[in-house]
């Protein structure tokens, strides 16, 4: 088994309000940051996994998304698996 690195970000669908988001543009522009029309708030979690390879690393990390880590129905997804570096 190897560890591997694994990213998942998770942001708000398209199209589907932002409270959070909306809040933070219209404090960014109450601070004069101008110009900052969209703002989307999300989460990343990072995690270490054993698996044989990255493809199966990969796929553990889909299913933790799709049974915990975001809501399929207002919430998309991105995985990103690196091998782990050991220090």
């Known amino acids: 088994m190897t560890e591997y690195e694994v990213e998942v970000r998770v942001t708000p669908r398209e199209g589907l309000l ?9 404090a960014l ?8 029309e969209d703002v989307r708030v999300g989460k990343l979690i990072r995690l270490r996994v054993s698996a044989d390879d990255a493809l199966s690393a990969r796929g553990r990390a889909l299913e933790m ?23």
């Open 18 to 26: 932002d409270p959070q988001g909306n809040a933070v543009a219209r």
């Open 29 to 36: 522009r109450s601070l004069d940051f101008g110009g900052v």
């Open 65 to 87: 998304c799709r049974k915990l880590l975001a809501n399929p129905v207002t919430e998309d997804f991105q995985v990103d698996v690196r091998e782990a570096v050991a220090l």
